[in-house]
């Protein structure tokens, strides 16, 4: 059966209310924007999404959240998303901060078939203790807060350290972003666009990923691809993507 799908639209159209999705890019780079362009297009509600971040006002993921379609999400940052900090602060988003390393090893995790894993990153911090705000109420008061995890001391070689037990995620859907692709599903990412899309891809039940070059089965170097078919469930080809860029810096005149 042939992965490739004539459109994004085509590719996302099972994707239903309620759903949840692990989301490829870093900021704007390397984000499946045409496949989340395509989504806000549609008509699911209520989606938990798990990304690095909400992408920013107007772009990526910041197009769904400013209609309001996503439900919860488990991100890294707040970042450049203004609408993000609004709607969690109002009590209107959930969100779950987590440890931009623990995120993507909870992704990886997801992928490999492993469901849970011991890390140092946050031991006697609220990401192990608990009472991180999840979900604002009214007035600002904690709706909802992050439970405490389990912590345990290992010897040997790690010489009697604390770990937090951190579960993996695996997730309906997973969207992301490649600069090439065959027939077959095996992806090329381009440079740091590379970030945490094979991890998403690997963490979603089907997944759907968005590349600028199309070549037939084949036509790639095996010991260049970053992400082999067997994770790929469908594959629109979008063409170059137009690179978004976060913040102009720019040097003032003389």
């Not at 199309?214 to 170097?221: K, M, N, R, S, Y």
């Not at 010991?223 to 978004?244: C, E, M, S």
């Amino acid at each position: 059966m042939s992965k490739i799908f004539d459109s994004a639209a085509d590719a996302v159209a099972d994707i239903a209310s309620g759903a949840s999705l692990a989301v490829g890019g870093f900021g704007l780079c390397g984000i499946p924007d045409a496949l989340v362009a395509a989504v806000a297009a549609g008509a699911a509600t209520d989606l938990e999404v798990f990304s690095n971040n909400c992408g920013t006002d107007g772009h990526g993921l910041g197009i769904l959240l400013a209609a309001k379609r996503i439900r919860r999400i488990t991100a890294s940052y707040v970042g450049e998303n203004s609408e993000f900090a609004r709607q969690y602060l109002a009590g209107e988003l959930e969100v779950e901060l987590t440890p931009q390393g623990t995120l993507a090893e909870k992704l990886r995790a997801g992928g490999a078939g492993i469901p849970a894993f011991f890390t140092p990153a946050g031991v006697g911090t609220p990401v192990a203790e608990g009472g991180l705000p999840w979900r604002y109420g009214p007035g600002g008061a904690v709706l909802i807060a992050s439970p405490p995890k389990e912590v345990r001391t290992f010897g040997g070689g790690w010489g009697h350290r604390r770990f937090v037990l951190e579960e993996a995620i695996a997730t309906d859907f997973a969207l992301v972003h490649a600069v090439v692709g065959d027939t077959d599903g095996n992806l090329v990412f381009d440079k740091s666009a590379r970030n945490f899309n094979p991890l998403a891809a690997t963490a979603g039940r089907i997944c759907i990923a968005q590349v600028e070059n199309l070549v037939p089965a084949g036509d790639l170097d095996a010991a260049q691809i970053h992400l082999p078919g067997i994770f790929v469930d469908r594959i629109v080809h979008t063409g170059t993507q137009i690179k978004q860029i976060e913040k102009y810096t720019v040097a003032q005149e003389n």
